[in-house]
């Protein structure tokens, strides 16, 4: 096996715009697969009309091939009906029905490929009275509960990333490796349709709020954990902030009390066990508060590690992308042309795997891909007709040199 690539050698069809679907082939392709990208003649939309200088196009597309085809047309449904016995897993995210009414859907293609693993991805489910709505990131958050857990009771609002998408396309990709395992062991070599949905991967990230609610019998919120875990995000005197979590073990909360000089606090019945400071969480937290004001980050920072106090500073993304850990553990590739991609989240015998920094332009691959498929006189034919679009005839049609 190449050196954190485990996947070399696994072929992947993506039929995935925007995020979910994109980012799942992504993660695959970072693991060695070799990721076939399949997009319209426009392109994926997430392109924005810049094509490889969106910054998140490259982050969720670096080190594919690009086969731009019109799927519109039989003949390029075709094509790829012809490709599905040669590659190991198709992923598409877009809405139930629409691939079969393309003509690849999970039946048809496993009558091509017995051992296809066929990934889809959609909003909430293939059933029920939500199946055709439409679902993006932001709906997925709200409708997964993830909102209001993230905010406080009565004022919902809306986080600060893509949660729902990124989860989705984590989900998705852990299906198709958990297939791409069962495929092994199977003695015929049988795929699998594997199915997730932004509904379903979003309760992955609600499972600790999910179970809160059953065993309280109230919807948890923002608030509604602390107490338990007895976590505390704390301003500074340099105004700057550190995020403590005490549930573990009581030896920590004595060891903060004496970093804070209050063991006075460790005395206090209201404080004196686990069940007493959850029950009192709410008259301990302005104590705290008011014991971190007074000295600055640096200094609570020194003081918390001589006491093995379990803290961590709050960064922002700038603060984390040059902090010392990050880069120990080499999680971005080095910039690039102004662009920093996220390397995969392993490391496998040591080694985080690295990714291909460029990502493809529409079709830069159609004629590559294809011939592997097509006659000469084919491919032509299809080029000429519009049905592959080929990159170098698209910049000729735009008028770059």
Not at 87 to 94: M, Q
Not at 132 to 156: K, L
Not at 185 to 190: H, I, K, N, T
Not at 208 to 213: K, L, P
Request: glycine share 10%; charged share 25%.
């Amino acid at each position: 096996m190449q050196a954190g690539k485990p996947l070399k050698g696994i072929r992947v069809l993506e039929l995935g715009a925007y995020i979910s679907g994109p980012y799942a082939g992504s993660l695959l392709a970072s693991l060695g697969a070799d990721v076939v990208k399949v997009e319209a003649p426009k392109g994926d939309d997430f392109r924005r009309g810049v094509g490889v200088e969106s910054h998140y196009f490259v982050q969720y597309n670096a080190g594919k091939r690009s086969l731009a085809v019109n799927l519109k047309d039989p003949r390029g449904v075709e094509l790829i009906k012809s490709m599905l016995p040669r590659f190991d897993v198709l992923i598409e995210n877009s809405r139930p029905g629409k691939t079969e009414k393309l003509g690849l859907g999970p039946e048809v293609c496993h009558a091509i490929n017995p051992g296809l693993v066929y990934s889809s991805a959609s909003g909430f489910g293939d059933g029920g009275a939500w199946r055709d709505r439409a679902a993006y990131d932001s709906i997925g958050q709200s409708m997964g509960g993830f909102y209001s857990v993230m905010s406080e009771a009565g004022a919902p609002q809306l986080s600060g990333t893509c949660v729902g998408d990124l989860i989705t396309a984590i989900c998705a990709a852990m299906g198709i490796l958990a297939g791409l395992v069962g495929r092994g062991l199977d003695g015929e070599g049988r795929g699998t349709l594997t199915q997730t949905s932004l509904l379903e991967a979003m309760s992955s990230l609600t499972i600790d709020a999910m179970t809160q609610y059953h065993e309280t019998g109230t919807a948890p919120t923002r608030q509604s954990r602390h107490p338990q875990a007895q976590n505390f995000c704390l301003m500074t005197g340099s105004g700057d902030a550190i995020t403590l979590h005490m549930s573990s073990s009581q030896k920590f909360w004595h060891a903060l009390t004496r970093a804070m000089e209050r063991e006075d606090l460790a005395a206090d019945p209201r404080f004196a066990g686990y069940y007493d400071r959850m029950a009192n969480y709410f008259e301990l937290k302005p104590e705290v508060e008011a014991e971190f004001r007074k000295r600055t980050r640096a200094e609570w920072e020194q003081r918390l590690i001589a006491h093995d106090v379990p803290f961590a500073p709050v960064l922002t993304m700038e603060d984390l992308a040059h902090h010392p850990q990050t880069e120990w553990l080499k999680m971005l590739e080095p910039p690039r042309d102004g662009k920093t991609l996220v390397r995969g989240p392993w490391r496998f015998d040591g080694v985080r795997p690295d990714r291909a920094f460029t990502a493809p332009e529409v079709g830069q691959h159609s004629r590559e891909v294809a011939s592997e498929f097509c006659g000469g006189d084919e491919l032509e034919t299809l080029i000429r007709d519009g049905v592959v679009i080929q990159h170098d005839d698209l910049c000729e049609a735009d008028g770059v040199s």
